[in-house]
């Protein structure tokens, strides 16, 4: 997969996950790069320009990519076996915008979630989504699932309490104990969670909304959210 932009490459060099690393040109930031690439034992091979615009299609590259392993994808039972005892978990029913899917993540990373699951269908690619995390794609563990509401099920059974995001939800502020194992879904853009998804959540919440738009960007809810649990659990502790 080929990653571009100063801060994508970054983090995943500090991930261990670039193969090799392509420069143009000449700025100090880019000297970083290079220096942290040598140190690391990554090849560094000077290109053209131009030859970094066709491997960005176009994109801002800043002066450097990245050739670097895709990032490992997990089961949904091995994501569950690295979390921790009283995971913070989110799980995405068919997000397709990779701005909003990248801006998940670095909340995600932010936050220090224990994972984020994500349907394989219905979804951005992971390849557009680099760009858009900001490289925290590099630090968040990621488990591909077919069936969202299957998952959920999973979930359940592994004893982690299902929430899922709605505008029509029980407050989620008021009397939910998010200090429990919690996954917290989120639906797509506009269309909100899919019945079947909805239906399997053990419980539906809503973020307090005083304005007048009746919805929050799913990124700004995703992070709303976590943030309200790693108070409980903070205060709790």
Known sequence: MIIYGLNPVREALRAGRVRELRIAGASSRVTELERLASRSGVPVRRVPSAALDRAASGGRHQGVTAEVDTPPDLTLEALLAQAGASPLLLVLDGIEDPQNLGAILRVADAAGVDGVVRQTRRAASLGAVARSSAGAMAHVRLASVVNVARALDELKAAGVWTIGLEADGEPLYEGMDLRLPTA????????????????????????????????LNVAVAAGAAVYEAIRQRHHAG
């Open 184 to 215: 917290f879904v989120l639906g797509s853009e506009g269309k909100g969670l899919r019945r079947l998804v909805r239906e399997r959540c053990d419980r539906v919440a809503s973020l307090p909304q005083s304005g007048r738009v009746n919805s």
